[in-house]
């Protein structure tokens, strides 16, 4: 039986039937002109949001009784998180309610006295959620195995998705160090992202920084100088530069006005960070590789890692609920 980090789909029972409102509210034609509650106009007055600047629709669940709400509905605008009902309403539809995302570890050797006589392999298959403490879990088990050491090669396989190509991450608004614009990925470890944490030690003028992961064979300051002034834009203050893959440089400083701060960035090489995360995190947990970490696929044939015949392997989960929002 395989272990593996495995993430849950669920949705609010009613939320299929909100799907299916939906589509049948979206003829143009179908909904009549409301005018907006003395409410919610006084409301966009304040906030100084004109009324033809949004669109509305305020309707039952069930789909049986006329909308409590309808303003503007006829006028194309841009969907923004309500884009999310059609892909979880596809994810249910292909996927079904009750699906699994599992991650599952193979070996192709004996184990004896802690080290892995052979290769080890991680199989992604398209779980969105593996974010570092799941990976953590799924590497604790890994050693829970008996395995603290691998003679041959950790080995990543991505093959569960076809054509994996890394889109322009700043196509989408500009911002390319935004975890959120990774690209889809069969693997796809903590959004691609690294977490920076900057804790400023006064006495010392400098800020300590701890990354998250570590990024294996990937030079990262340990700390970066206080600089006078107060909090304001503190990324800027910092004149971080991400463009080198090997190195993580801050040519500026951290502000004495702020505080514990952290910032999420997107890596440099999106491709290749499954590898650095998984054998940075190996290593901060103990583990050793004797060969290398790189990319390749299960060989056919080879089941997944099992308990030995001695102990059974204990029943596990790391669980995340996806719900849809709007």
Known sequence: ??????????????AAGALMTLAMLAPAGALAQQALPTQVDAALARAKVPREAVTMLVADADGVRPPR???RTQVPVNPASIMKLVTTYAALDLLGPAYNWTTPVYTDGTVNNGVLNGNLYIKGQGDPKLVLERMWLLLRHVQGLGITTVSG???VDRSAFENTVEGDPAAFDGEPLRPYNASPDALLVNFKSVNMSFAPDRTGQIARVNYEPPL???AMPATVPLVPGECGDWRTTLR?????VNRIRFNGGFPTGCGEKSWAVAYADP???SLRAIGGMWAEMGGRVGGQMREGRVPAGLKPASSSSRRRWPRWCATSTSTATT
């Not at 971080?240 to 080198?244: C, Y």
């Open 271 to 273: 491709r290749t960070y």
């Open 1 to 14: 039986m395989p272990f593996a980090a495995r993430t849950t789909l669920r949705l609010p029972p009613r």
């Open 240 to 244: 971080a530069d991400f463009s080198d």
């Open 216 to 218: 294996a064979s990937v």
């Open 69 to 71: 709400l309808a303003w």
């Open 153 to 155: 090669d950790i080995i």
